[in-house]
């Protein structure tokens, strides 16, 4: 009876001995904690959401910049036509009036930096889902591009 | 009870020990399924492998990329090989690269892969691999990790000793296993020594484009030509084949060509043989052979014919061919890192002969020949061999090196690794493989700059090894650690067919010129559709040309009405994408080929021919999005000689 105890204990520890391996083993993998939140109660006021990604202040002149909005208007129609329409919703929303919602940054970042907006920023998050979970594509357009399509946006 | 408490703490304590220990194995004194073993090829999820190994597909016709370390697959890349998983062969584009004298060929037997080197080291730019059955060699850009030219040999049988290149891929070599009548015609079989001969290719490769082109053939005795090398350094300018068959005998070749004590490695200086072409002594043969490359702005591949081969006689052309006698049939013909070295491993035999590049030199000098062949010199054998490896194991085949001074040699026969020093010839270490391994690659192994870190063994049989699959089992690679004094085996995956020989490549010399996808701007295929507004269907005649675009995730045009039974409907389909890992696939119910899978910003065409009236769907094959399920569409298909109306939309359903 003894021995049988002994050997259980005994086979015990030696589970916890590899156990105490395998958690050793994992310790180098990142914990991911995820981050329960509630999308309302973290939403700011859209026109002081900048969004994320590389664009931090876009100043806009008083004036559109016609030649400028006529460059983004033939990058938007090139680009980004598969799936938005300027003034009705199509795969994604109509950009009509966008800058009565949302800042220039965060339209910008929306552009450049669409995988990073829709996990993060929670006005992007609300519009995947809001649009099906279709992904905004990124179409990987420079920094100046993207600044031409806002001009464009202006203009609508 | 008091008994028992210290019993158990004197137990717990041992457990403890032995806790850490197992936790901290230093790793020196362990075997092979010990966890440290274990741990030296775990790479841990999300993180890069050291090395690239590029390993063939042997009877696949394919070469497929794999991780050291870790022995993960990452992509099987078609070469000789339709595959309908990606379209190759099957799309419009990329047809004309199968293309050769002989018309569309689907299949090769590809063997050796060779990367491309800069200075007598690899530098990450292509890899070349030979078609053995339909004499070829291929080029297949480290960028995009696509096949982009392919070169059909002209006066070729099997392209065997290929394709091995010099130390700035000035030239890629191929020559000929089988020696056959050239030009090619009607004759006797058992006229083989009158009028049989083996050509030896000299491939030149464009340094900006790659394009590959041949610049002559060295046209040799006929024998069977094995393999190759080229020299480095002091040798650079030369290159090594190995021949067997020097009986040239025709029929039973593995008693008859068995005969003679010694064959030959052939020598080619082909820096003598460029003198000669600059001097105009060469033949100029007609022949017809085809050429096809990718064309990069129009993204498809293009196919031309070519009429005529320089040749060149080495009875012609003296001191451009001399042959080094090397016993018992060499298979394997590999020259060490300082390229003084040329080892020719007798597969016959035991023993490995190692000639000296500086005796060779001597020897020519003083013209210290043994009679000649078909008026090429033979060299005295005792003038031009270092030494001999003795007893390194049975049935030798391949050296490889790791750049420290020490040579590493497969056998076949007695399924071995034998680690020998330079210089001494002396064994100092073996280990066995499971089992009969053919090539062995060491990262770097045939250049001027090894790493020496990890030898693969590339395995013909694996038996007991895996899992049984019925009666074809897979062949295999086996990782051996030669960073020590000892080898130290690793790890064994399957690979995919048969892996003749591989190549392996720091990652860091690929990775940061991986392409990511392709720019739309820059896409000049003609049948682009550069935007979905520009998505149309054009008729001529009984050909229909659609041109549509595919984003995440809606076809456009998704609807087309007016297609009719006999047509020869072309999709030719645009993914509009611009980002890294978004190809679409598109497939249509009784396509008689495969599917397309298109990459961002590329343009590929699928030919579908409908044989029955109905309406016939369509779709992405390729998960792309949350809305992947919905990417679908339909084709209406009429009677011949109906006349619906051709039509085509997106979304809203035209006005009725």
Redesign the interface.
């Known amino acids: 009876m003894k021995s049988i105890a002994l050997k259980f204990i005994l086979f015990a520890l030696v589970m916890a001995a590899f156990s105490a391996c395998g958690s050793d083993s994992n310790a180098g993998a990142p914990a991911s904690k995820p981050k329960p939140k509630s999308m309302l109660a973290d939403e700011p006021d859209p026109m002081n959401d900048k969004g994320i990604g590389p664009v931090t202040e876009v100043k806009l002149d008083p004036e559109v910049d016609q030649e400028l909005a006529a460059k983004g208007k033939e990058i938007y129609e090139k680009m980004c036509t598969a799936c938005h329409k300027p003034e009705e919703k199509f795969i994604g929303p109509p950009q009509k009036g966008v800058l009565e919602r949302r800042t220039p940054e965060w339209v910008m970042n929306m552009i450049l930096n669409p995988e990073q907006m829709v996990k993060e920023d929670p006005i992007a998050k609300k519009l995947l889902m809001e649009y099906n979970g279709s992904p905004m594509a990124n179409q990987n357009l420079t920094e100046e591009e993207a600044r031409a399509v806002l001009e464009y946006f202006r203009t609508l | 009870m008091k008994y028992?408490s210290s019993?158990?703490a004197t137990?717990?304590l041992v457990?403890f020990f032995?806790?850490l220990s197992?936790?901290n194995q230093s790793g020196q004194q362990s075997g092979a399924l010990s966890s440290d073993v274990a741990s030296q090829v775990y790479v841990?999820?999300g993180q890069y492998d050291e090395f690239y190994a590029i390993v063939s597909g042997g009877f696949s016709g394919q070469l497929s990329v794999y991780g050291l370390p870790s022995g993960r697959l990452f992509r099987v890349i078609p070469v000789f090989s339709v595959d309908p998983e990606k379209g190759y062969g099957f799309n419009e584009e990329t047809k004309p690269m199968l293309n050769t004298s002989h018309g569309f060929v689907p299949w090769d037997d590809a063997h050796h892969p060779e990367l491309s080197q800069t200075n007598g080291e690899t530098d990450g730019r292509w890899v070349f691999i030979n078609g053995n059955n339909t004499p070829r060699v291929a080029r297949v850009s480290l960028k995009t990790f696509e096949t982009e030219d392919i070169i059909e040999l002209p006066n070729s049988g099997g392209n065997h000793s290929s394709p091995f290149t010099t130390e700035n891929t000035e030239y890629v070599v191929a020559g000929t296993r089988f020696s056959v009548p050239i030009p090619q015609k009607d004759v006797e079989i058992a006229s083989y020594a009158e009028n049989f001969k083996g050509a030896l290719s000299f491939i030149k490769v464009d340094p900006e484009t790659g394009h590959m082109s041949i610049a002559f053939q060295v046209l040799m005795p006929g024998f069977d030509y094995d393999l190759a090398h080229a020299g480095k350094n002091n040798s650079h300018g030369w290159m090594f084949f190995t021949s067997y068959n020097t009986e040239e005998q025709n029929s039973l070749l593995e008693v008859n060509a068995s005969q003679n004590d010694k064959d030959f490695i052939a020598a080619i200086n082909w820096k003598k043989a460029e003198e000669y072409l600059a001097q105009g002594k060469f033949k100029e043969l007609p022949t017809s052979y085809v050429h096809n490359y990718w064309d990069e702005e129009k993204q498809m591949a293009v196919s031309e014919t070519i009429n005529s081969v320089k040749v060149l006689d080495p009875s012609e052309c003296p001191d451009m061919v001399y042959f080094l006698p090397t016993p018992k049939s060499p298979h394997g013909c590999d020259v060490d890192p300082t390229g003084e070295y040329i080892v020719g491993a007798g597969k016959l035999s035991t023993d490995l002969t190692v000639h000296s590049f500086t005796k060779m030199l001597k020897a020519i000098d003083e013209k210290n020949f043994d009679g000649d062949r078909y008026g090429i010199p033979v060299l005295n054998y005792d003038a031009t061999v270092a030494g001999v490896v003795k007893e390194g194991g049975l049935g030798p085949l391949h050296t490889e090196f790791d750049g420290k001074g020490y040579a590493y040699t497969s056998f076949f026969i007695s399924s071995e690794v034998t680690k020998w020093k330079i210089g001494t010839w002396e064994v100092v270490d073996r280990i066995p493989t499971y089992y009969s391994i053919g090539h062995l690659m060491i990262p770097g192994g045939d250049t001027k700059k090894p790493d020496g870190k990890y030898l693969v063994a590339l395995n013909k049989i694996t038996k007991d090894r895996f899992l049984p699959t019925g009666p074809e089992l897979c062949q295999s690679a086996q990782l051996i650690d030669i960073s020590g004094d000892k080898m130290k085996l690793l790890l064994d995956f399957p690979t995919v067919g048969e892996p003749h020989y591989a190549q392996g490549i720091a990652a860091s010399k690929v990775v940061p010129n991986s392409k990511q996808?392709y720019k739309?701007s820059e896409n000049k295929h003609p049948y682009m559709t550069?935007?979905?507004?520009d998505g149309r269907v054009e008729r001529k005649g009984n050909e229909v040309h659609v041109y549509m675009?595919c984003?995440?995730?809606?076809f456009?045009p998704d609807n087309i009405e007016g297609i009719k039974v006999g047509d020869k409907v072309y999709f030719h389909v645009t993914n509009?994408?611009?980002?890294f890992d978004?190809p679409h696939g598109f497939a249509v119910l009784g396509a008689q080929n495969a599917e397309l899978l298109i990459m961002p910003g590329q343009t590929e065409t699928l030919l579908w021919e409908p044989k029955n009236e109905g309406v016939i769907p369509f779709y992405c094959t390729d998960f792309c999005?949350?809305?992947h399920q919905e990417m679908q569409g339909y084709v209406r298909v009429s009677a011949r000689n109906a006349n619906t109306a051709l039509r085509w939309w997106t979304?809203a359903n035209p006005e009725m």
């Open positions: 028992l019993l158990l137990t717990g457990v032995f806790i197992g936790c841990p999820p996808f739309l550069p935007s979905e507004k675009t984003i995440r995730s809606h456009a509009l994408e611009q980002d978004v999005s949350a809305l979304g």
